[in-house]
């Protein structure tokens, strides 16, 4: 398009009108009197998105200087685009809504910077405008960015998207957060009632119900579909992640000197304190099987638990990954995605580099990274772990022979079946590709519940590896170095629970390991002798004990 700057220019201007009361503008005799009039600023800026053409006009100057000083700074505001149509438009558009509201010339620097970050150059950006702006620019994992998302979408959006940026408070955040904790005790209230329901449902008296009672039940069962279903509440936990996102993104606009003010940092909310690990001992499981109570959201086996699955899982063609994961705290992702070139067997001692991992972008496995920079490790493994992976191994290769033996077949008979894909992962599916890490959550269930072990989650097995540290006779700075945590406070927050449960029982056994001839380890001690009055009360201790003065006692 040719330079708008052609086309700006400051003349005089006044609002006398001819005798039908039209102005008269430039042909108005008394312009030429330095005393009349005023002087007016036009530029032509770029085009709207129709096409049409339109001038920035301002007048009431008293001084040509200012005047200039005013088109130069709007010429400088139309040049920063150059060739690029779409930017130009932007500008025209600020420009034009500058004149409309007769708003001060904006500095070209603040107009460069907005241009060059993609942000609203007239400063109303919104808080949702902003947050999709952050989002389009993240560079960090998919996983993580699922987790931002949510929390934009299900929180951020609805409670703070229409307010801008730039004035967004601490009490805006605060009555977010408000809010969540009143739909939590509505949504509380409603699972409530939904159970009372769901009672007075369920029929307590044997044999068939009579008429009366059916119709009851029915009446019932009526009301239950009619109730909300069972919702989950937005624990301290959720609510302190929520904040994070929010945080980080006021952040970045902080950064890009949009805000000043970081509201989100000044909120407070309630601790979330991280779950402690507890041992499955005899007494919670018998609490569990009796009311079918979980203590902890972090539940750890006993080894002779541990050893009860792995006995059950044996079989298994996922017996190596459950194997790793047990003794050596990979997580599940980085179990799924352990490659056999990074299973180094004869090494001594022998190790697997975690290098990559499978995780879960909705429903769809991707190859990433280990979750942090300190994940991406060597884990020393022992000899038992080194013979089911051989074992593994050799599993795997028949596997992909009788695999290929049966897709030659049906390819002979018509069907269209590929060759076992070679994906070099150490666990995989049946035909050789990476195996979904849900499949290897959902087996782990399955022999759990047959073999009639207390529940655990499959990434306790994790946890799980920090006891056998324990119980191996290390400590936390151990489970630390084991597990791959960045810090050492993480694996107390954590852990330190369970170890002490670990503390007591290895107290008692290293106690135990003394040999003592007069009592059992389990007896109480002897009680102490109260001195008696009268002769004997004079006689040394020493002879009393070695029985020296039976004769003059008897």
Request: glycine share 8%.
């Amino acid at each position: 398009m040719p330079s708008a700057r052609r086309t700006g220019s400051i003349g005089k201007r006044c609002g006398c009108r001819d005798a039908d009361g039209k102005l008269l503008g430039k042909s108005c005799p008394q312009l030429s009197k330095k005393s009349h009039g005023s002087l007016l600023l036009r530029q032509e800026l770029p085009p709207d998105a129709e096409g049409t053409r339109r001038t920035f006009r301002r007048w009431g100057y008293e001084r040509v200087k200012d005047a200039s000083a005013d088109l130069s700074r709007l010429q400088a505001i139309l040049d920063l685009p150059g060739d690029d149509l779409a930017e130009q438009q932007r500008v025209g558009d600020l420009l034009a809504d500058v004149a409309k509201r007769q708003a001060p010339i904006p500095d070209p620097a603040e107009v460069q910077r907005r241009l060059g970050i993609g942000v609203p150059l007239d400063g109303k950006m919104t808080v949702a405008e902003w947050l999709d702006q952050w989002m389009k620019n993240k560079k960090t994992r998919p996983t993580t960015n699922n987790g931002y998302a949510s929390h934009i979408r299900v929180h951020l959006k609805p409670a703070l998207g229409h307010l801008r940026l730039d004035r967004l408070s601490v009490g805006h955040v605060q009555a977010m957060f408000d809010g969540i904790d009143d739909r939590n005790d509505v949504t509380r209230a409603e699972n409530q009632a939904r159970r009372e329901q769901i009672a007075r449902c369920t029929r307590g008296k044997p044999g068939a119900p009579k008429a009366g009672e059916r119709a009851q039940l029915a009446a019932e069962r009526a009301k239950l579909a009619e109730m909300p279903p069972f919702r989950r509440v937005t624990g301290p936990s959720t609510k302190q992640g929520i904040r994070r996102t929010l945080r980080a993104a006021l952040n970045k606009a902080i950064g890009g000197q949009l805000i000043t003010f970081n509201a989100a940092a000044h909120v407070e909310l309630e601790t979330a304190a991280r779950p402690k690990g507890l041992l499955w001992t005899d007494e919670r499981v018998d609490r569990w099987q009796a009311t079918g109570e979980v203590p902890s959201p972090v539940m750890v086996w006993t080894p002779a638990q541990l050893g009860q699955f792995l006995d059950a899982a044996e079989g298994h063609r996922l017996y190596a990954g459950y194997h790793l994961i047990a003794y050596h705290g990979l997580r599940r992702g980085e179990g799924v995605g352990q490659a056999w070139t990074d299973c180094h067997l004869d090494a001594r001692p022998p190790r697997v580099d975690v290098t990559t991992e499978l995780v879960v972008d909705g429903w769809t496995p991707i190859e990433t990274a280990p979750k942090t920079d300190g994940s991406a490790a060597s884990v020393m493994i022992d000899r038992g772990t080194v013979a089911v992976l051989r074992e593994h191994r050799v599993r795997q290769a028949a596997e992909r022979k009788v695999w290929n033996a049966r897709a030659k077949q049906e390819r002979a008979e018509g069907k269209d079946t590929a060759d076992w894909t070679d994906t070099g992962k150490v666990l995989t599916a049946e035909d050789g590709s990476w195996l979904h890490p849900d499949v290897l959550s959902r087996e782990f269930k399955r022999i759990a519940e047959e073999a009639g072990l207390p529940p655990i989650n499959l990434r306790d097995l994790r946890h799980g590896a920090a006891a056998l540290v324990k119980a191996g006779g290390g400590d936390l700075h151990d489970a630390k170095t084991k597990l791959r945590h960045s810090t050492i406070t993480l694996t107390s927050d954590t852990y330190m629970a369970l170890f002490t449960e670990y503390e007591e029982e290895l107290t008692e056994k290293s106690a135990a390991a003394v040999p003592r001839a007069r009592r059992g380890q389990n007896e109480a001690p002897p009680p102490v002798a109260v001195p008696e009055t009268g002769p004997a009360a004079s006689q040394p201790a020493d002879a009393e004990m070695d029985g020296s003065h039976d004769t003059a006692e008897h």
